[in-house]
């Protein structure tokens, strides 16, 4: 099993390295009042748009690919996590940026609850904790990991769940509490999510189609045992988004999916291009998405496409 994972985490990596001459619109996320969109891939090109419009207010060049964009609970504060130089918060209330310095570039970055600390998991498997104002409060200890690809916080503890050659839940002193495999397979998870209760949240994975092994949208219990799996996904799950009042869920792979927080499969559109950034608007009317294929579209909330925004 562990060789298969390294294997796998590898051929994942050099696929990765393939797609830096390849733009992809790596993710997109919402503001918390709404007022934002921010869109970020491989062109190293952090675009704004006006979240009630829909209008593209700014581009900023950084030095680096953007993979993961995540907005602060309540404040304009964006953290971006991508290539080293790339990985920051902006903040959009006093326009300043504050770098931060993990030991690689990564893929993973969470804010806790209540905003007051963000986690960042990078490409050499390490995990650091980084204060509000940009601080670093925690490193923790590499262990036995490799690449991180995916981290979240739990949604009313001091505790985070990391996506690496398994899955790991830390405290917030770096304290492994649980870990455990998500399926019998040899197969690299890509997201992970909480659902604001509590109660449980949900992982998303890459499947392997060469071994007849499909992807999996998988709902774990606060305890860790496994509730439902669905195996209907084609692609990959590149990224998953909860609606701000819980009652749904939304999956981005060749398909927009919305699921109820049962986990039944309520709407599906067919992308032109597999998507890899999803994101709910606050009040839950729209869902924003990128793709490989450069673009970024808003859909409404039965995943019927509204707009394609411009670049």
């Known amino acids: ?180 495999q998500h399926r019998p397979e040899a197969t690299l998870q890509l997201c992970v999510e909480w659902h604001q209760s509590g109660a449980f949240f949900v992982i998303g994975d890459y499947g392997d189609y060469d071994l007849n092994v499909p992807p999996l949208l998988q709902f774990w219990n606060a305890d860790y045992q496994l509730m439902q799996s669905s195996d209907i996904a084609q692609t990959e799950y590149r990224n998953l988004s909860w609606s701000a009042d819980g009652q749904f869920l939304a999956t981005a792979n060749r398909f927009l999916r919305i699921w109820s927080k049962e986990g039944e499969m309520l709407h599906e559109t067919k992308s032109a291009a597999n998507l890899w950034g999803v994101d709910w608007s606050p009040d839950g009317l729209y869902i924003v998405t990128s793709d490989e294929q450069y673009r970024v579209k808003v859909w409404n909330n039965k995943a019927e496409l509204v707009k394609v925004l411009a670049l």
Request: hydrophobic fraction near 45%; glycine fraction near 6%.
């Open 1 to 180: 099993m562990k060789t298969n994972l390294l294997i796998l985490l590898f051929t994942w990596l050099t696929f990765a390295d393939v797609l830096a001459n390849h733009t992809i619109l790596w993710d997109a996320n919402w503001s918390a009042d709404g007022q934002y969109i921010a869109v970020g891939g491989n062109d190293s090109i952090l675009r704004i748009y006006d979240g009630h419009t829909l209008d593209l207010l700014s581009r900023d060049t950084l030095k680096g690919s953007i993979y993961r964009l995540r907005w602060h609970p309540s404040d304009n504060i964006l953290a971006i996590v991508g290539d080293l130089d790339a990985i920051q918060l902006v903040n959009f209330e006093n326009k300043t940026r504050v770098k931060l310095h993990p030991t690689a570039a990564g893929r993973a970055i969470a804010w806790n609850h209540d905003g007051e600390m963000i986690a960042v998991a990078d490409y050499e498997g390490v995990l650091t904790i980084w204060s509000k104002q940009g601080h670093l409060l925690q490193k923790v200890a590499k262990e036995k990991s490799t690449s991180y690809v995916a981290v979240d916080w739990h949604p009313c503890k001091n505790e985070l769940i990391a996506l690496t050659n398994d899955a790991r839940v830390y405290d917030v002193s770096g304290n492994l509490i649980h870990q455990f």
